[in-house]
């Protein structure tokens, strides 16, 4: 597996804008399908967004669908979250999650790598 750690968490208005990075170790980074997922107080952990190991396939959750962008650089072993045009309801814990395609093929439930999450707040 690889070991996550992400940054770029904080607090800021609505509307407003934020870019999360995860950098990855341990591993090859590019054989690794990559996940942004998301926790916020009292509810379970929802999936946010997913990069496949090319970048070449993403996937969003409707909720962010035109909002947030997700890209990885591989020679940086770094994927990011880019997101825009937040609203209070994206208040959460975020988080990363790694693996390999074929791990991941019955559901992200089945990564065996996460980071230990950055914490996102909007304002109203």
């Known amino acids: 597996q690889v070991q996550l750690v992400e940054s770029g968490g904080g607090l800021v208005q609505a509307g407003g804008s934020l870019r999360l990075s995860c950098a990855a170790s341990g591993r090859t980074f590019g054989n690794y399908a990559m996940g942004w997922f998301r926790q916020a107080p009292g509810k379970e952990r929802e999936f946010v967004a997913a990069i496949s190991w090319s970048g070449s396939n993403r996937d969003y959750a409707d909720s962010v669908k035109g909002r947030f962008t997700i890209s990885r650089d591989n020679a940086k072993a770094t994927v990011y979250l880019q997101m825009n045009s937040l609203k209070p309801e994206d208040t959460a814990v975020y988080y990363c999650?790694?693996?390999?395609?074929?791990?991941?093929?019955?559901?992200?439930?089945?990564?065996?790598?996460w980071g230990q999450g950055t914490q996102v707040t909007v304002s109203s």
């Open positions: 999650a790694a693996d390999t395609p074929l791990q991941i093929l019955a559901g992200w439930h089945r990564a065996r790598s």
